[in-house]
């Protein structure tokens, strides 16, 4: 049995490939036909290092990456997770590895690894630091960083530290023999090559770790007998007292803590999980990561198993590999009596997987008064041409003063009691110079999809809505104001209830969050604005849609706490509602803030009640720039001092 040191700032550190990989998005077709990619987290350390970071191990990366941009994205990917990146080297000089990947059929997964002198195989051995080795429990080197003498010194130093200060150490074999140069470069698919020499070298590491994981084939290169798994592990044994994990793909794993017995079914064997495969890159990367969590997690080598073979059935029915691993939240629906041939087709499963891995927070924490959002609104487009069109002005003057919008909104994001609290919505007609400015700031960005003012429900764009979401970075919000009534005419509603259901399955696969905006349309009054309000959420949700926010008109206060517990009761891991301002008077949106009260209530998004005067001065051409900024900002301001008052 293992036994982990306790009381370490850092469960599992794992030193290897930290890379990016570049994923066909075209499924079916050889690698030379595939015409675009999709960008993600990859290499086999970093995997696992993002995998247990997201089943709640405190994990720690060991690389190097390039000084550049695929390096940066990387280390952000990982800190997402909260992976500790602290030991992640900056390569001055090399390039961050590259890996394309192909899914030609369920066992044709074409590989193109881009890592000639990459920077994670010229990991510093001189800066493996052992103060921080000591802070870990448990260190995990995979194979491809035993294959040449730079990465090998690095990794034996890791090693002698790990052993020096009680850390259990694990090897995931990890056997790529393209990376040991045994094959042509285009070869990165081939998964095994008998070679005497590779052999040689792993078994000169074997002794220097306490738990080695590989597949069967990994297994018969480490032990050198090449289709005889038993004489292979019986070799491996020889070598090492460690415990040894058998990964046998759709049968489970067998677990051998000691002896090699005569048949493999006779070792511990937890079966595997019955899963139609996409894709089984990754497959063993979330086995592990599953697995070491587990484990340090004070599990049992059963239970361990059981979660390492989930994780890795829900990998292989996905896409990518790291941003498929799945939370604590997917594991344990699926360990509810809620397991699925296609993961994917289980609809609450796939919810889960987007809401309940780690996200950006908002509203963002802050030191100064409670946590809000404040948004400013200006994605109007029919309301600011017909503004300008009266007052003799152009979409050029409309465009002009969305860039001082922007302006107010940059200076308002520079003061301390509003930083990780600011956002915008803004549209791609006339604010298009806000959006690309705004992107990158971590702000909250939003933006309309609807055709303005269109009832029954249309998109903004000849485009149908999926293509047009491929081209917007992904922290951009969909904003879709919707018409809708419960009582309107049956082909009215069915239409409205089919475009939005359009928009949520789009959103689904873009990875876009989706912001429902509810306005009753004027000529159905049947009922109150708020039964109305609440009857709508209803059935959006009966209809499945699960927005991330809900922009809702200002209510009455027994209303709201109605709502929160709608949300609360249908979803959950819902962001929460924002207020709108239908363009009325500061004295009436102050009044309704202080009746908004309900936890899930985060904040506003209000435009005309705070622009259309300076706009209309500033189009008139009687006010300046700097005089219309000031505008805005004080009535922003006094609205966000409004809604921090609503509790008093």
Not at 69 to 93: A, K, T, Y
Not at 508 to 535: F, T, Y
Request: proline share 4%; charged share 20%; with cysteine.
């Amino acid at each position: 049995m293992l036994n982990f040191p306790t009381n370490r700032n850092f469960d599992l550190a794992c030193l290897g490939r930290l890379a990016v990989d570049l994923y066909a998005q075209q499924v079916g077709c050889a690698l030379e036909d595939v015409s675009s990619f999709a960008k993600y987290l990859g290499g086999s350390s970093a995997n696992i290092a993002f995998g247990a970071a997201r089943l709640g191990i405190r994990s720690a990366m060991i690389s190097r990456v390039g000084d550049e941009q695929m390096g940066r994205f990387l280390l952000q990917q990982l800190r997402q997770e909260n992976c500790d990146v602290s030991q992640v080297q900056i390569d001055p000089q090399r390039l961050t590895g590259l890996v394309l990947l192909g899914l030609k059929d369920q066992d044709t997964f074409p590989l193109l690894f881009y890592r000639e002198n990459c920077a994670d195989m010229a990991l510093d051995a001189n800066a493996i630091d052992e103060s921080f080795i000591q802070q870990c429990r448990a260190l995990l080197i995979t194979g491809t960083h035993l294959s040449t003498p730079t990465v090998l010194n690095a990794s034996n130093k890791a090693l002698v530290f790990a052993k020096k200060h009680g850390v259990i150490r694990v090897l995931d074999i990890d056997y790529r023999p393209v990376l040991w140069g045994l094959t042509k470069r285009g070869d990165g698919e081939n998964r095994f090559v008998d070679n005497a020499k590779v052999t040689h070298d792993l078994q000169q590491q074997l002794s220097s770790f306490e738990l080695i994981i590989g597949t069967e084939e990994e297994f018969q290169i480490a032990g050198g007998h090449a289709n005889d798994s038993l004489a292979s592990l019986r070799a491996v044994r020889a070598c090492t007292n460690a415990v040894l994990v058998l990964k046998r793909g759709a049968l489970g794993c067998s677990i051998f803590p000691d002896q090699i017995p005569d048949v493999l079914d006779d070792a511990l064997t937890i079966l595997g999980e019955k899963i139609e495969v996409l894709n089984v890159l990754g497959a063993g990367d979330a086995f592990a990561a599953g697995l070491l969590s587990s484990l340090l997690q004070g599990k049992s080598w059963q239970e361990s198993a059981e979660v390492a073979n989930a994780c890795g059935a829900i990998v292989v029915s996905r896409h990518a590999c790291a941003p498929a691993m799945p939370t604590p939240a997917e594991l344990m629906h699926w360990f509810s009596g809620n397991r699925h041939v296609k993961p994917d087709q289980d609809r609450h499963l796939a919810h889960l997987h987007r809401v309940s891995a780690a996200r950006s927070e908002w509203p963002k924490k802050s030191f100064y008064k409670d946590a809000a959002l404040f948004v400013l609104a200006f994605d109007h487009r029919i309301q600011f041409f017909q503004l300008a069109q009266s007052l003799g002005k152009t979409e050029v003057d409309v465009i002009a003063f969305k860039k001082v919008l922007f302006e107010a909104v940059w200076q308002l994001s520079k003061q301390p009691e509003l930083a990780g609290k600011i956002g915008i919505l803004a549209d791609d007609q006339y604010g298009q110079y806000a959006l690309q400015h705004a992107t990158g700031q971590g702000w909250w960005i939003g933006r309309p999809v609807e055709r303005p003012g269109s009832y029954p429900l249309e998109f903004d764009n000849d485009l149908p809505v999926a293509t047009q979401l491929i081209h917007w970075p992904k922290e951009h919000v969909v904003k879709c104001l919707v018409f809708y009534h419960p009582d309107d005419a049956p082909s009215i509603r069915a239409h409205q209830e089919a475009r939005l259901l359009e928009l949520w399955r789009a959103t689904r696969i873009s990875g876009h969050e989706l912001l429902l905006e509810i306005i009753p349309p004027k000529s159905v009054n049947s009922c109150s604005l708020e039964d109305v309000i609440l009857r709508s959420m209803t059935r959006f949700y009966n209809l499945g849609l699960k927005p991330e926010w809900w922009k809702l008109p200002l209510m009455e206060a027994d209303n709201w706490p109605r709502l929160n517990q709608l949300i609360q009761t249908r979803d959950p891991w819902c962001r929460g509602m924002v207020v709108l301002g239908l363009n009325q008077t500061m004295a009436q949106l102050c009044e309704g803030f202080s009746k908004a009260h309900a936890p899930l209530i985060k904040g506003f998004m209000i435009g005309r009640s705070i622009w259309h005067d300076p706009a209309r001065a500033w189009l008139n051409q009687e006010i300046t720039d700097t005089q219309a900024i000031a505008q805005i900002k004080t009535n922003f301001l006094y609205l966000v001092d409004a809604w921090h008052k609503r509790w008093a």
